[in-house]
């Protein structure tokens, strides 16, 4: 298999890429999930936060959004006190305001799945040669998730969930 050099850093990456990364993820839970993971990713490597991911599946409740709204000061200290996860208190913050916007999108009676790929680009393969971090669409989909009530959803942090959603296409093609 053909893998970008990114992928090809470990056996986590390498995995990653080769069962996740880039395929169709379409359900409103999972791109909750993505959403939640590449906004705390701002700043870090994608490994750091892939290798923790087991325990903030554990400690966001498998990702679930209604849960998670519920919570309250006292979770946010057992997070913050929780060395599984990325200890950042505006990005777990950022994830309870995220499911709040998200329960609201599903009492209006949209999925949040719907909505991202609602912003998939005419040619989903046009900017793979550039790599570039952003793209129109990650860009009004940032501001329509701002919108609703989103926090750390920028164009970038977008573009990436983008890709690794397989909303935008650009994996290499197998050998």
Request: a neutral charge; aromatic letters at 10%; proline letters at 6%.
């Amino acid at each position: 298999m053909n893998r970008p050099t990114w992928a090809e850093a470990s056996d986590l990456l390498r995995n990653y890429y080769d069962t996740e990364w880039g395929l169709p993820v379409r359900e409103a839970s999972d791109v909750f999930e993505r959403i939640v993971l590449e906004g705390f990713q701002a700043g870090l490597s994608w490994s750091t936060v892939l290798a923790k991911r087991p325990a903030f599946r554990k400690a966001f409740n498998g990702f679930d959004p209604a849960k998670i709204a519920r919570f309250t000061e006292r979770d946010v200290a057992r997070l913050m006190a929780d060395a599984g996860i990325i200890r950042n208190e505006q990005k777990i913050r950022a994830t309870i305001t995220n499911a709040r916007a998200a329960v609201a999108l599903a009492a209006e009676g949209i999925d949040l799945g719907e909505l991202v790929w609602s912003f998939r680009p005419d040619d989903p393969t046009a900017e793979a040669k550039g790599y570039p971090s952003t793209s129109p669409e990650s860009v009004a989909l940032s501001k329509e998730l701002k919108r609703r009530g989103f926090v750390f959803v920028g164009p970038v942090t977008m573009y990436a969930a983008m890709e690794a959603m397989g909303v935008v296409e650009h994996r290499l093609p197998s050998d």
